[in-house]
T-cell receptor, first 120, second 115 residues
Framework: GAVVSQHPSRVICKSGTSVKIECRSLDFQATTMFWYRQFPKQSLMLMATSNEGSKATYEQGVEKDKFLINHASLTLSTLTVTSAHPEDSSFYIC????????????????FGPGTRLTVL | AQKITQTQPGMFVQEKEAVTLDCTYDTSDQSYGLFWYKQPSSGEMIFLIY??????QNATEGRYSLNFQKARKSANLVISASQLGDSAMYFC????????????FGTGTKLQVIP
């Protein structure tokens, strides 16, 4: 399947600092990428939809000034957690879909390996 | 709105046996897609299988098959010949009409394979 990478895989930071997480589609171009957050033993919650060349679409309850998303190219989206606090500690996962094949219906989302953020 | 329900928080299965993980969904869309993902303890989400709402046959991928019952709005995952490496969280997910990529996830089922 398609490959999506994330960097870093793990980050520990002090409260008040900002952290940037990168999501890259390695073997396909993705006009849309998605950012999810997962708390321990819970499901994935969609935070925002990242659109190349335009503003991200945030889900209800997600602070856009807190979680800055930049989709600078067709293969890269970044999530910046600004002024991080301990409650922002979580597992952040991005996903992307390859372009839809002609005549096909499948548009599987492929996920990055995730980034575990710990804010002290 | 889309809703995915996984009623089994945890399941046990004997190695080499088959196991069925339940998933029901609710949507008003006529066209939609259903997915199953595996999440081992490492955290990565691994795509297992996809079923389109207009697919007449149940999807299969190796030891994974999706028991799609459209009228009952269920999309159960069947894992045959369970292996120890199958122990993980399993998430059922769905998206809306083709091209609408936003995906909704269920709460997951933790599968443990017993030697």
């Amino acid at each position: 399947g398609a490959v999506v990478s994330q960097h870093p895989s793990r980050v520990i930071c002090k409260s008040g600092t900002s952290v940037k997480i990168e999501c890259r589609s390695l073997d396909f171009q993705a006009t849309t990428m998605f950012w999810y957050r997962q708390f321990p033993k819970q499901s994935l919650m969609l935070m925002a939809t990242s659109n190349e060349g335009s503003k991200a679409t945030y889900e209800q309850g997600v602070e856009k000034d807190k979680f800055l998303i930049n989709h600078a190219s067709l293969t890269l989206s970044t999530l910046t957690v600004t002024s991080a606090h301990p409650e922002d500690s979580s597992f952040y996962i991005c996903s992307a879909s390859p372009p839809l094949p002609a005549g096909g219906q499948g548009d599987t989302q492929y996920f990055g390996p995730g980034t575990r953020l710990t804010v002290l | 709105a889309q809703k995915i329900t996984q009623t089994q928080p945890g399941m046990f299965v004997q190695e080499k046996e088959a196991v069925t993980l339940d998933c029901t969904y609710d949507t008003s869309d006529q066209s939609y897609g259903l997915f199953w993902y595996k999440q081992p303890s490492s955290g990565e989400m691994i795509f297992l299988i996809y079923q389109g709402s207009y697919d007449e046959q149940n999807a299969t991928e190796g030891r994974y098959s999706l028991n799609f019952q459209k009228a009952r709005k269920s999309a159960n995952l069947v894992i045959s010949a369970s292996q120890l490496g199958d122990s993980a969280m399993y998430f059922c997910a769905m998206r809306g009409p083709r091209g609408y990529q936003k995906v909704t996830f269920g709460t997951g089922t933790k599968l443990q394979v017993i030697p």
